[in-house]
């Protein structure tokens, strides 16, 4: 089981960038996958989820901006990042959870399968 996650880069302040997640040995359909950020000196942060049902759910400091979807043709999940900032400078991961119910966790516990992490940096 292996997330690859990739599409990381500099970018400047109010840019784009699209992460991927590629699955291998999971469904992506059949799990939740979550996208989390760890900055230098911080801990590991909760950033979007698209559940397997399809709900997503965004944290309070990227809502409205930040938009995760999935390909399932591709076995990939994918988080869109507009009008970056600064602070959003961080490695990004994405990780796997297997759940039947649609609970929306935001906790790094909750997830056992992660990815080896992108980064993201965006210039002021």
């Known amino acids: 089981v292996q997330l690859q996650a990739s599409g990381g880069g500099l970018v400047q302040a109010g840019g784009t960038l699209k992460l991927s997640c590629a699955a291998s040995g999971l469904t992506v359909s059949r799990y939740h996958v979550g996208w989390f950020r760890q900055a230098p000196g911080k801990d590991r942060e909760f950033v979007a989820l698209?559940?397997?049902?399809?709900?997503?759910y965004y944290a309070d400091n990227v809502k409205g901006r930040f938009t995760v979807s999935r390909d399932t043709a591709k076995n990939t999940g994918y988080l869109h990042m507009n009008s970056l900032k600064p602070e959003d400078t961080a490695v990004y991961y994405c990780?796997?959870?297997?759940?039947?119910?649609?609970?929306?966790?935001?906790?790094?516990?909750?997830?056992?399968?992660w990815g080896q992490g992108t980064l993201v940096t965006v210039s002021s």
């Open positions: 990780a796997a959870r297997y759940s039947e119910y649609n609970d929306l966790r935001d906790d790094v516990q909750a997830y056992d399968t």
């Open positions: 698209f559940s397997r049902y399809g709900t997503t």
